[in-house]
């Protein structure tokens, strides 16, 4: 999105990868040049301390299973990960007492072996050393594609198990990323940047992609018909359709909780409005009437409101009305330029980009107190997206020029930055938990 330019904000969209255990998503092409470098800032104020063996039969694997799994954790802030040695597998034994001395809290071990034709058993288990009790574990028969999305389905258990908050290391992002000034790609990747594939290439710009809830689809707005057109593409198929390409721009497209609908920014006459129509297409129906701009909507998590940016109070500033466009109110007060909002899957939190000075930065406002607090470092961020555990911000900046991804904890703890060479990367969307992954 261009800064002082909220209004002409518009979607594009990323691609998506194999589905875990179930084949491959044909419609994505494998993007070798996307490998994200990870970096890594700040510890959560507690890291609990676990051991991940090296798991048996790694070396015969094409993928690093228990490195990636140390890597998911690590990158949570909430963990301490280093290797107990000894090639322990999940058939254990466990030896508590050595663990114990180690200061370890929990250790998981595991296996990966060859089941022939491409595919690939992996298993593991976990043990709590502090009660010394066995937490369970998983077998996962994959092809050689989803190998990293196994290891982050056991990541996701450990998390889980160890904080009783659910793991999204299997979860996945859209991005746009630019190579040139007409080499546009919507990318997939997984929740750590890798496993990047393309979901459509361009020479026009892409921007906005919008998860659906599903996660089945993205929503984006693409430019290849020379005006910003709002297109719903499956991801699985790579079928896509333009449902929204009314008179004037098309932008900036979200779906509604239950994925019936999506509000977008249309521009019908002088001035941009929301409205909401059908995601697979249709009328289109107004929700904010104002001669001045509204754009960039969002759901709330219970599907009641919309959010939104106006300047009808004379700067760039975030509201919220009903479905029905009733009970309009503002919601950012502090500095002359919020825009961006992302809600949190709970409702409590908007995170939004705020000007300061001549400075964007990423912060997060506590919708029921209306206290805010800066998140981000400037000078440029930009598109902040939540985890779907709401744990994790996914935000877009700039290092040195050059466009990247960066996460941050919820509590300003722990930074990462997802840097990408050869590229610009932008545009960030986080996408939802799925029973196929």
């Known amino acids: 999105m261009q800064r002082r330019q909220f209004l002409s904000r518009t979607a594009t969209l990323p691609a998506l990868r194999v589905a875990f255990g179930l084949g491959g998503l044909a419609s994505l092409t494998p993007s070798a040049q996307a490998q ?6 700040g510890i959560g104020a507690t890291q609990i301390p676990v051991g991940i063996s090296t798991f048996a039969g790694q070396s015969a694997c094409p993928q690093p299973i228990a490195d990636i799994v140390r890597a998911d954790l690590t990158r949570s802030g909430q963990f301490r990960c280093s290797d107990p040695g000894g090639g322990l597998s999940e058939r254990g034994p466990a030896n508590y007492a050595a663990w114990h001395v180690a200061g370890l809290e929990a250790v998981a071990g595991g296996s990966v072996a060859s089941l022939g034709g ?23 028969q994959v092809v050689g594609g989803d190998l990293r999305l196994a290891a982050h389905r056991i990541a996701d258990f450990i998390y889980q198990k160890l904080t009783g908050q659910r793991g999204v290391f299997a979860t996945r992002i859209a991005y746009v990323s630019k190579m040139g000034p007409h080499n546009f790609r919507l990318v997939v990747a997984d929740s750590d ?28 707005v693409s430019f290849e018909t020379g005006k910003p057109v709002v297109f719903v593409q499956n991801i699985r198929t790579g079928g896509r359709r333009a449902v929204a390409n009314f008179k004037g721009s098309n932008s900036a497209p979200a779906f509604s909780p239950d994925g019936r609908m999506l ?6 006459g002088n001035s941009s409005q929301v409205f909401i129509l059908p995601s697979a297409g249709g009328p289109a129906r107004q929700l904010t009437h104002s001669g001045t701009i509204a754009t960039e909507p969002v759901y709330s998590p219970d599907g009641a409101s919309v959010y939104f940016v106006s300047d009808r109070e004379g700067s760039p500033q975030i509201y919220v009305c009903g479905t029905d466009g009733s009970g309009v109110r503002r919601i950012s007060y ?9 809600i ?3 409702g409590k939190s908007m995170a939004y980009i705020a000007q300061q000075g001549s400075s964007f930065t990423l912060r997060v406002l506590d919708l029921a107190s209306g206290q805010s607090r800066q998140l981000g470092d400037g000078p440029n961020d930009g598109r902040p997206t939540f985890a779907p555990n709401g744990q994790i911000i996914l935000y877009s900046g700039t290092e040195g020029g050059v466009e990247v991804l960066r996460t941050v904890s919820l509590d300003g703890s722990v ?23």
Not at 123 to 140: H, I, K, N, P, S
């Open 415 to 437: 930074r990462t930055t997802l840097a990408t060479s050869g590229q610009q990367v932008r545009e960030p969307a986080w996408g939802p938990w799925t029973r196929a992954r």
């Open 193 to 220: 940047g890798e496993n990047a594939a393309t979901a459509l290439r361009s020479r026009e710009p892409l921007l906005s992609p919008s998860w659906s809830p599903d996660g089945s689809s993205l929503g984006y």
């Open 118 to 140: 491409g595919r690939w058993a992996v298993r593991f288990r976990l043990w709590d050393t502090v009660r010394q009790a066995d937490l369970g574990g998983e077998v996962y």
């Open 263 to 268: 509000a977008v920014t249309l521009t019908p």
């Open 36 to 41: 994200f470098k990870v970096d890594v800032a």
């Open 334 to 342: 502090g500095g002359g330029y919020n825009v961006s909002p992302a």
């Open 344 to 346: 949190s899957p709970d």
